[in-house]
């Protein structure tokens, strides 16, 4: 049995995408001329700071859909079973190193995340994939290394704390007793008639099918995440932060705070707090870079297209306590 969204001609999609695309762009030539200066700046900031993570996150999000289709598609499952080791800690670990293939940031990793369950992946070790990748690529290893280099362990931090809290986190996810039931109905529901009824077709037809239902679902939450990011930008003071900097426990949670609020695409997240180097302490960076990197409000949103609530809320908990431990140690050790 296919979903609705599978017997849905291609075309219809792509007329949807002109229409909405279309749309915007009058509006854009419409208002192109009104004045703004008369706008609150809370409302201009709102709009830019929003804008401005949409514009970021959108191309990876595409790239993750992109990847998505592929491993869903064109991809033979027993090349994951002969590529992956069988021991289930090895397995996770493997997975947790899989960033450095695919070199996407966070809210591109959700829908390829979403791709691997579907190809029969398990939860713990797509969870494992996810935390990770974003850290754990060559993409951010550089750009991390460019902005500090080796001054204070914090490339060190970054990349054996992303390692070791993703591999945490997958394995409590194991000792689920019923892992599935971490995922929302809708998706375990899509994961079963997958798996029961598999796609046949020309692979053209069925890629592009898998394309629209992946961006579907995937936009709407990025454009929530976007505004809920932006608000929260608006509303809480950036001075408030940047005044608890030098406090060995306090920046560490003031920074996790701006990380989460921030949204920012972890390829370059390095850059943007290199600027507060001299304000905060090491411990404080690392946390920044990645709690930042796995939990933040743009991420939550993806993720619950296909994680529950309770089960966002755990994890955001777990790697929120991780990261603490994790900037104190640094902080200790510096």
């Known amino acids: ?46 709009v830019t700071l929003a804008a401005s993570v949409l514009v970021e996150s959108l191309p990876f999000v595409f790239l993750g859909v992109l990847l998505s289709v592929l491993v869903q598609v064109w991809v033979p499952t027993k ?49 494992t994939f996810l935390l990770a990748a974003p850290i754990l690529n060559p993409v951010t290893i550089i750009t991390t290394y460019q902005a500090f280099g080796w001054d204070h362990g914090i490339l060190v ?73 932006g608000v929260i930008q608006v509303g809480v003071p950036r001075e408030v932060l940047v005044a608890l900097g030098s406090h060995p426990v306090w920046s560490v949670l003031a920074l996790m705070a701006l990380a989460f609020v921030i949204a920012i695409c972890s390829n370059v997240d390095a850059f943007f707090i290199l600027s507060f180097g001299s304000t905060f302490m090491p411990g404080g960076i ?22 529950t609530t309770a089960t966002l809320a755990r994890v955001t908990a777990v790697v929120a306590l991780a990261c603490l431990v994790l900037g104190f140690g640094v902080n200790l050790v510096a």
């Open 1 to 46: 049995m296919e979903t609705r969204a599978a017997r849905v001609h291609p075309a219809w999609w792509a007329a949807v995408a002109l229409g909405v695309l279309s749309a915007l762009l009058g509006l854009r030539v419409a208002t192109g001329s009104l004045p703004v200066d008369g706008l609150p700046n809370a409302v201009r900031d709102l």
């Open 79 to 127: 090349v994951f079973d002969r590529l992956l080791p069988r021991t289930p800690v090895l397995r996770r670990a493997v997975m947790s190193l899989l960033g450095v293939l695919l070199p996407v940031c966070e809210c591109g990793n959700v829908p390829l995340a979403r791709g691997l369950i579907m190809r029969g992946l398990t939860v713990p070790e797509t969870m």
């Open 157 to 229: 931090g970054r990349i054996a704390g992303g390692f070791v809290i993703a591999n945490l986190v997958g394995w409590l996810v194991s000792r689920h007793p019923r892992p599935t039931s971490l995922l929302t109905p809708r998706f375990e529901a899509s994961c079963r008639a997958h798996r029961d009824h598999p796609a046949s077709g020309a692979r053209i037809r069925r890629s592009a099918l898998g394309f629209a239902e992946e961006s579907t679902a995937m936009l709407p939450a990025l454009v929530v995440g976007s505004l809920l990011a």
């Open 286 to 307: 690392v946390a920044f870079l990645v709690f930042g990197a796995m939990i933040d409000i743009k991420m939550l949103a993806l993720l619950r297209t296909t994680f």
